[in-house]
């Protein structure tokens, strides 16, 4: 079957980095998203990484190895803001996009 | 402001109700999908439409009944439903391939809605 694990829960301080992991086994691999959701919200694209490495973008990068199935988004320089749930998403070689549960990202002052 | 607008917001409903989703989006997309999400599972992709063609029914039971009327409206009704049914109802979009694959554009989400089964 196909599946996508990442961590249900992390908490870190503010103005510090943060790694949230998302490892996969999927039928094929067509891309790996990564999204915002804060409560109560609608989820919120952040990245796309198709090819291995490593994707910047502002304080969010998000790398790729395609070869251990892994994927991880990091944050730097963590804001209250940055609270939120922050959900993994593989695109199989159907184009059916591949769901993990989600990482609850804690804040603290 | 997500492009996507869904409402009702809240819903609360018994189980012998009818009641229906609304889902529009204002962002020139030519696929719309629902979406259910509960908590500390894995967004359950539920119906897909392509230039207002339904591509996808992932075993939903029939209490839970699509519509598309154009590419950018999207109703899910809802009738008989049970205890079980209540989570968060998200609807997307997305620009597709010709084809009506997915491809790397992302979704854009609305705030979905809320539902209670009674």
């Known amino acids: 079957g196909q599946n996508i694990d990442q961590p249900t829960e992390m908490t870190a301080t503010e103005g510090a980095i943060v790694q949230i992991n998302c490892t996969y086994q999927t039928s094929g691999f067509n891309g790996l998203f990564w999204y915002q959701q804060h409560a109560g919200e609608a989820p919120t694209f952040l990245s796309y990484n198709v090819l291995d490495g490593l994707e910047e973008k502002g304080r969010f990068s998000s790398f790729l190895s395609r070869s251990k199935g892994y994927s991880y988004l990091l944050l730097k320089e963590l804001q209250m803001k940055d609270s939120a749930s922050y959900l993994c998403a593989v695109m199989d070689s159907n184009y059916q996009l591949i769901w993990g549960a989600g990482t609850k990202l804690i804040i603290k002052p | 402001e997500t492009g996507v607008t869904q409402t009702p917001r809240h819903l609360v409903m018994g189980m012998t109700n009818k009641k229906s989703l609304k889902c529009e989006q204002h962002?020139?997309?030519?696929?719309m999908y629902w979406y259910k999400q509960s908590a500390k599972k894995p967004l359950e992709l539920m119906f897909v439409y392509n230039f207002k063609e339904q591509t996808e029914n992932n075993s939903v039971p029939s209490r839970f009944s699509p519509e598309c009327p154009n590419s950018s409206h999207l109703f899910l009704h809802l009738h008989t439903l049970q205890p079980e049914d209540s989570a968060l109802y998200l609807c997307?979009?997305?620009?597709?391939?010709?084809?009506?694959?997915?491809?790397?554009?992302?979704?854009?989400f609305g705030n979905g809605t809320r539902l209670t089964v009674t």
């Open positions: 962002l020139g997309h030519n696929a």
């Open positions: 997307a979009s997305s620009q597709t391939g010709v084809r009506g694959e997915e491809n790397s554009s992302p979704l854009h």
